[in-house]
T-cell receptor, first 109, second 112 residues
Framework: KNEVEQSPQNLTAQEGEFITINCSYSVGISALHWLQQHPGGGIVSLFMLSSGKKKHGRLIATINIQEKHSSLHITASHPRDSAVYIC???????????FGQGTRLTINP | DVKVTQSSRYLVKRTGEKVFLECVQDMDHENMFWYRQDPGLGLRLIYFSYDVKMKEKGDIPEGYSVSREKKERFSLILESASTNQTSMYLCASLKQGPGEQYFGPGTRLTVT
């Protein structure tokens, strides 16, 4: 079993819909990251969380440390949000990130 | 802005060739990482370095080696390329954990 599990693996929605991507992890962590990767492109960091909730524009990330779960929400989704979204955790005591398999999001106009 | 650059976006090599992938960062970061990304498997850590001339094996180091002679440059070496090393290779840098990693644009390597 992977230490970091994301769901769904693929998500297709219509423009304007509210999107939720989930991430569960099974290890103790120092921080959780949400990353975005556009087709053919590099990876950019969206959020780093260790507790609570963060918001940036239409994107909201939450984390529940007790339940070992995080969600990434996109409000009023747009075709330019189409990308792979990756959850990654910084394991306590380690010097590395462990990544989920990613969620491929497609927003149709 | 932090910039992480990789020497090639696309590379085609033959089986058995020695392959060098280079990564350069311009923000004086101590930590640098090499990952490979494959469909269905996500990003997997090959090697990382937390200082000049220091290196640590990641999860899948077999068939790879690394070199870090200068702080800004981290090289990944495929000693004898094989077809199962066809993949997207991503470099990243980090000031200190558990902070934000900055990724390069990636090198798509095809070994034929």
């Amino acid at each position: 079993k992977n230490e970091v599990e994301q769901s769904p693996q693929n998500l297709t929605a219509q423009e304007g819909e509210f999107i939720t991507i989930n991430c569960s992890y099974s290890v103790g962590i120092s921080a959780l990251h949400w990353l975005q990767q556009h087709p053919g492109g590099g990876i950019v960091s969206l959020f780093m969380l260790s507790s609570g909730k963060k918001k940036h524009g239409r994107l909201i990330a939450t984390i529940n440390i007790q339940e070992k779960h995080s969600s990434l929400h996109i409000t009023a989704s747009h075709p330019r949000d189409s990308a792979v979204y990756i959850c990654a955790v910084w394991i306590q005591g380690a010097q590395k990130l462990v990544f989920g398999q990613g969620t491929r999001l497609t927003i149709n106009p | 802005d932090v910039k992480v650059t990789q020497s090639s976006r696309y590379l085609v090599k033959r089986t058995g060739e020695k392959v060098f992938l280079e990564c350069v960062q311009d923000m004086d970061h101590e930590n640098m990482f090499w990952y490979r990304q494959d469909p269905g498997l996500g990003l997997r850590l090959i090697y990382f370095s937390y200082d000049v001339k220091m290196k640590e094996k990641g999860d899948i180091p077999e068939g790879y080696s690394v070199s870090r002679e200068k702080k800004e440059r981290f090289s990944l070496i495929l000693e004898s390329a094989s077809t199962n090393q066809t993949s997207m290779y991503l470099c990243a840098s980090l000031k200190q954990g558990p902070g934000e990693q900055y990724f390069g644009p990636g090198t798509r390597l095809t070994v034929t």
